[in-house]
């Protein structure tokens, strides 16, 4: 068993003693985390729903993230990260964001 495998099922569980709901923005994980939480038993009750936008472009198209931003400061900058779960949660009904 993975770490994350062993952790998710805590996180799931964590989340739901505090009645959040997750969104997950997941681009050089490829959606690892989301199955990872999803596994877990209950996990709809959690996980809002997931985003893989790989390419830079398809950053742009789902989250919104300007491509301009991701040419300035790089894909896996700390730029990129926060106008990825910002454009997430924009466009979801969860509380928490993750990318």
């Known amino acids: 068993m993975s770490d994350l495998e062993a952790l998710a099922p ?3 569980a964590r989340c739901r003693e ?12 490829g959606g690892l985390i989301t199955a990872a ?3 877990v038993p209950g996990a709809s009750a ?19 993230v300007p491509l301009a931003l991701l040419r300035a400061h790089g894909s ?5 990260v ?4 910002a454009g997430a949660l924009e466009r979801s009904w969860a509380d928490w964001g993750v990318a």
């Not at 505090?18 to 994980?29: D, Y």
């Not at 896996?76 to 990129?80: P, R």
């Open 76 to 80: 896996v900058s700390a730029e990129a």
């Open 46 to 64: 959690v996980v809002e729903r997931g985003f893989v936008p790989y390419s830079n472009e398809s950053k742009g198209e789902q989250l919104g």
């Open 37 to 39: 939480l999803t596994d």
């Open 10 to 12: 805590r996180v799931i």
């Open 82 to 85: 926060g106008a990825m779960v």
């Open 18 to 29: 505090l009645n959040v709901r997750v969104v997950l923005a997941e681009a050089c994980t």
